[in-house]
């Protein structure tokens, strides 16, 4: 089945740039959306297909996919941001969803 | 005000079920499918199944399919997942979320429930 790869951690100090990388065979071919999840919360959607933000989400979110990576960027971070976060894409099959591990991102 | 409003905590004993609600409040499925996953403690989150809920085609993941069953209300707007024999590998947050149609788009889970814990202990 289908892997998607985080680290497990990323540190940022505030106001800097935090990049989570999810790595997976050819991602770039297929539609990657990317989930903040705060403790105790449901996951919200930060990003979909790639690179969209929906309604509510701050500009400093974004999102690109290419290759075997894709990558969310938190432009000028702040300290709310400290989050879990999980990239996820529908298997090959199309029949059921794919979660990477996820990242809990620390802002120092 | 858009939201899925879920039922509250359970705590069950091995073997026994549960049944955990959704309800879609200023929400509508039209174009979606109701979707449920559960996340374990420290662990990713994980898909269960889902139900079309224009004609009630379900499908459930391999892990659990011959012990859960998703089921939609459409007179009350609320959606069911029954899971049945239970283990402690079940103990879990259980989400609904509104997501695609399986197989007909790669559209995400845009709106979710705030969860249901549900603890298996003896």
């Known amino acids: 089945s289908y892997v998607l790869t985080l680290p497990p951690s990323v540190s940022v100090a505030p106001g800097k740039t935090a990049t989570i990388t999810c790595g997976g065979n050819?991602?770039?071919?297929?539609?990657v959306h990317w989930y903040q999840q705060k403790p105790g919360q449901a996951p919200l959607m930060v990003i979909f297909y790639d690179t969209d933000r929906p309604s509510g989400i701050p500009e400093r979110f974004s999102g690109s996919n290419s290759g075997n990576t894709a990558t969310l960027t938190i432009s000028r971070v702040e300290a709310g941001d400290e989050a879990d976060y999980y990239c996820?894409?529908?298997?090959?099959?199309?029949?059921?969803?794919?979660f990477g591990g996820g990242t809990k991102l620390t802002v120092l | 005000q858009v939201q899925l409003v879920q039922s509250g905590a359970a705590v069950k004993k091995p073997g026994a079920s549960v049944r955990v609600s959704c309800r879609a409040s200023g929400l509508g499925f039209n174009g979606h499918a109701m979707h449920w996953l559960r996340q374990a403690p420290g662990q990713r989150l994980e898909w269960v199944g889902w139900?079309?809920?224009?004609?009630?085609?379900?499908r459930y993941s391999q892990n659990i399919q011959d012990r859960v069953t998703i089921t939609w209300d459409a007179s009350a707007s609320t959606g069911y997942m029954d899971v049945s024999s239970l283990r402690f590998e079940d103990t879990a947050v259980y989400y609904c979320?509104?997501?695609?149609?399986?197989?007909?788009?790669?559209?995400?889970?845009?709106?979710w429930g705030q969860g249901s814990p549900v603890t298996v202990s003896s």
């Open positions: 139900i079309n809920t224009a004609n009630g085609d379900t």
């Open positions: 979320a509104r997501g695609p149609i399986v197989g007909a788009t790669t559209h995400p889970f845009d709106f």
């Open positions: 996820q894409v529908w298997d090959s099959t199309g029949d059921h969803p794919v």
């Open positions: 050819n991602i770039g071919s297929k539609s």
